[in-house]
C-alpha cells in the first residue's frame, strides 16, 4: 500500500523560506505513470495546488506561486520536497504531499500525505 | 485561473436520501477533467470521481458523477452514515493552475 509522510518544521518566520520533505514508501517515485505534488489548505484560502514534478524533475507550478516555488525529487531516497521562498502569514496552511497521474483524466490526487501544518510567525 | 463554485454551501440530509451537489466553472474544462473529493475532519481529502465520472479505486457505486463542460454533478444515490463529511470539486484541465471549489459541507438532518 502506497503511502507518503510529509516531515519539516511546524513554524517559519516571515521572509524565511519554507522547506517539507514527503517520503514515499510501499512503490517507487520513479515510475513513469505519476507525478509527485504539494497542495495545501488554510481557512482563508480553502484547498490550492502548489506544483508538480516528476521523476524526472520536469515540473509545473501554480502560476501565482511560481516565483516562490521549487519541488524537487531525489529518487535515491524516494522522496521529494518543497522549497517556498519569501513566506508571509498568508502562507500559513496545512501542506499535503499528493500523488497523481501523468495523463490525461488520471491527473487527479489520488494519494495524499496526512498534512502536515506550517505556521508562518515570528 | 478557472473558478470553480459548489453549491449549495451546506445541504442537509437524512441517511438514505439522495445527495446532489453541484461544481459550475467559470469557463470550460477542457476534456471534462474534473475531480470530486471527501475530506473528513483531521483527515486528507480523499478522491472519489476522476474524469467527471469515473469512481477511484475503492469507492462504493452509490457516488457517481456527471456532467461537461462548465457544469458537473456528484449524486450520491442514498447516503450512508459514514459519507456526511464535506466534498470538493477540482479541475485539472489544461489551463494552469489546477483549482478547487470552495467545497459543499454535507451535514445529517
Redesign the interface.
Known sequence: QLQLQESGPGLVKPSETLSLICTVSGGSISSSDYYWGWIRQSPGKGLEWIGSSYYSGSTFYNPFLKSRVTISVDTSKNQFSLRLSSVTAADTAVYYCVRHGSVGATKAADYWGQGTLVTVSS | ?IVLTQSPGTLSLSPGERATLSCRASQSVS???V?W?QQKPG?????LI???S?R??GIPDRFSGSGSGTDFTLTISRLEPEDFAMY?C?Q?GSS????????TKLEIK
Open positions: 485561473e476534456r471534462s477533467y475531480a473529493y483527515q486528507a481529502p480523499r478522491l476522476f474524469g467527471a469515473s477511484a479505486t470538493y477540482q485539472y494552469l493552475p489546477y483549482t478547487f471549489g470552495q467545497g
